[in-house]
T-cell receptor
Framework: EAGVAQSPRYKIIEKRQSVAFWCNPISGHATLYWYQQILGQGPKLLIQFQNNGVVDDSQLPKDRFSAERLKGVDSTLKIQPAKLEDSAVYLC?????????????FGQGTRLTVV | GENVEQHPSTLSVQEGDSAVIKCTYSDSASNYFPWYKQELGKRPQLIIDIRSNVGEKKDQRIAVTLNKTAKHFSLHITETQPEDSAVYFCAATASSNTGKLIFGQGTTLQVKP
């Protein structure tokens, strides 16, 4: 089966600019996650969708980050304006939990550098 | 709050030796514990997972043990090979959300030929 697709792979922007990332989950996966992975750390959940509804966005910096999954399939994550500390890899993952938590499949990620 | 501690942060072993990575979690209601392997510049990939109703699980050279009472779980890799070199992350589900994973800080494993 096709994996989780993300684009772009790399992005370099100046601070205070805006940027958007795109994710296409595995077909049929109702749950979609955006994780932020800062160099040398484990991934941290930013937002979780179940179909097109938000399940958890408790760690999303809502003053600058936004995400949507309008049709319950693809998702976009936006940062506006970006800060230096937003430099990280942004990982999208999807899962199809039935009867409890199951494996989350990760995309290749988008490496963001804010200069 | 929800927290997963992982040790050691780096681990170097000789090829053929065993490697053990340990994690502790804070939320006693966590019920799913996956381990991910991440090679440099690549996506995290699941290598093994265990649920709270099981104490041990094995898949060829990899095994995971879970001690719910102590809130510990460990990854054991036997007969290590150079291709096992990578960063390994443990994770636990947040009890408030069965899908959300809380990750440890990662262990960089180096297997010397």
């Amino acid at each position: 089966e096709a994996g989780v697709a993300q684009s772009p792979r790399y992005k370099i922007i100046e601070k205070r600019q805006s940027v958007a990332f795109w994710c296409n989950p595995i077909s049929g996966h109702a749950t979609l996650y955006w994780y932020q992975q800062i160099l040398g750390q484990g991934p941290k959940l930013l937002i979780q969708f179940q179909n097109n509804g938000v399940v958890d966005d408790s760690q999303l910096p809502k003053d600058r980050f936004s995400a949507e999954r309008l049709k319950g399939v693809d998702s976009t994550l936006k940062i506006q304006p970006a800060k230096l500390e937003d430099s990280a890899v942004y990982l999208c993952a999807s899962s199809s939990p039935t009867g409890g938590p199951t494996e989350a499949f990760f995309g290749q990620g988008t490496r963001l550098t804010v200069v | 709050g929800e927290n997963v501690e992982q040790h050691p942060s780096t681990l170097s072993v000789q090829e053929g030796d065993s490697a053990v990575i340990k994690c502790t979690y804070s939320d006693s209601a966590s019920n799913y514990f996956p381990w991910y392997k991440q090679e440099l510049g690549k996506r995290p990939q699941l290598i093994i997972d265990i649920r709270s109703n099981v104490g041990e699980k094995k898949d060829q050279r990899i095994a995971v043990t879970l001690n719910k009472t102590a809130k510990h779980f460990s990854l054991h890799i036997t007969e290590t090979q150079p291709e096992d070199s990578a960063v390994y992350f443990c994770a636990a589900t947040a009890s408030s959300n069965t899908g959300k994973l809380i990750f440890g800080q990662g262990t960089t494993l180096q297997v010397k030929p």
